[in-house]
């Protein structure tokens, strides 16, 4: 139907066939591929966004992603790509696979690896944004907060209500750099397309029922509304659905703006099919208030033309 002018990442799918088609990648292709592999062995596993940082220093200019796995023993993070190897000062990649960066507990990766949504910090609670930037990591322990709740709940929502929740609790954590900024204009920008998407299916699907229901009338009228028969109050309160809902169509589609290039054109095109359904139904209703003031002797009258 739509096509989103922006995508906050590709499918799953479609990066770990890539990563396997090229036999290279970037944080994400790693994280990716190894979140494929862990869920085909059976473990509950998750592939985390958000950006990286050193002692003192935030890096804020490119983001990067991990894993979160959830163990027997609990949860872990891996972060497949650091693990790999290295870049020297040529900027070539060189191989050097290492463990550091190999089941790691979350209060020791979060002082390197800091997600977007907090609840993948998987602490309880998450820190804030602010406590980051300041580098204090001490965390007081809470019983009104458990992210595997958190988690649970998120993974169970509809896809636009989940990136609503998340947003929310991005901004909560606080907008501290142009990663995190960036990162949740990007969430708006999907949670709108998505909301567009959702109501122009609504739509769409209405006037298909319209359609089905005016499609049945036709073909009580082609067999002179006799097999089966047609009631006079069935006619009539047919023909008043229809032009019911037809409008209601019309007007939910009213209330739908976009400046998104491919939603003006799909919006165009169900105006005109609204429009075209509205008057096939407008004249169905003529044909049917004459044939039903219509003694019944001389109905058989109207299904022939003159």
């Given at each position: 139907?739509l096509?989103p002018s922006y995508?906050?990442?590709w499918?799953s799918?479609s990066?770990v066939?890539e990563t ?21 062995a059976?473990y509950?596993?998750y592939?985390v ?5 050193g002692p003192?220093?935030i890096n804020d200019?490119?983001?990067h ?14 972060d497949?790509?650091?693990s790999?190897?290295?870049v020297d000062?040529?900027?070539?990649f060189v ?8 089941k790691?507990?979350p ?18 609670p ?8 300041a580098n204090?990591?001490t965390?007081?322990?809470?019983n009104?907060?458990?992210?595997q709740?958190?988690i649970t ?7 636009n209500?989940?990136?609503i929740?998340?947003l929310a ?16 204009k990007n969430?708006?920008?999907?949670i709108?397309?998505?909301?567009l998407?959702e ?7 209405s006037?298909?029922?319209?359609i ?7 073909t ?5 509304f ?5 009631s006079?109050p069935q006619?009539?309160s047919?023909m008043d659905?229809?032009?019911s809902?037809v ?7 009213e ?7 491919d ?11 609204i429009s075209e359904?509205e008057k096939?139904?407008?004249e169905e209703?003529e044909f049917?208030?004459?044939y039903l003031?219509?003694k019944?002797p001389f109905r058989?009258s109207h299904f022939?033309?003159r």
């Open positions: 139907m096509q995508q906050l990442h499918s799918k990066v066939l396997i088609r090229r036999r290279k990648g970037v944080c994400e292709h790693y994280a990716e591929l190894f979140n494929a592999l862990l869920r085909r059976g509950e596993s592939t966004s958000g950006y990286v940082k003192t220093k200019k490119v983001a992603a991990w894993n979160a796995v959830r163990t027997s023993k609990g949860w872990y993070l891996y497949p790509t650091w790999s190897g290295t000062g040529n900027f070539q191989k050097d696979l290492n463990d550091t960066w190999y790691v507990l209060r020791e990766f979060i002082l390197t690896h800091i997600p977007f949504d907090p609840i993948w910090q998987l602490l309880n998450p820190l804030s944004n602010h406590q980051i930037k204090d990591f965390s007081v322990k809470s009104n907060y458990n992210f709740d958190s709940a998120d993974i169970s929502k509809p896809e209500l989940a990136l929740s998340r609790r991005i901004q909560s954590a606080g907008i501290t750099n142009k990663l995190i900024e960036q990162y949740t969430l708006e920008r999907n709108s397309y998505n909301t998407s109501n122009l299916k609504l739509v769409n699907n006037l298909s029922s319209v089905i229901q005016y499609n049945m009338y036709i009580a009228k082609n067999k002179q006799r097999r089966p028969q047609w006079d006619l009539s047919t659905i229809l032009k809902d409008r209601s169509c019309a007007a939910l589609l209330t739908i703006k976009s400046q998104e290039p939603a003006i054109r799909y919006i165009a095109e169900l105006k005109t099919k359904t096939s139904i407008s209703d049917v208030r004459k003031s219509t019944k058989l022939y033309k």
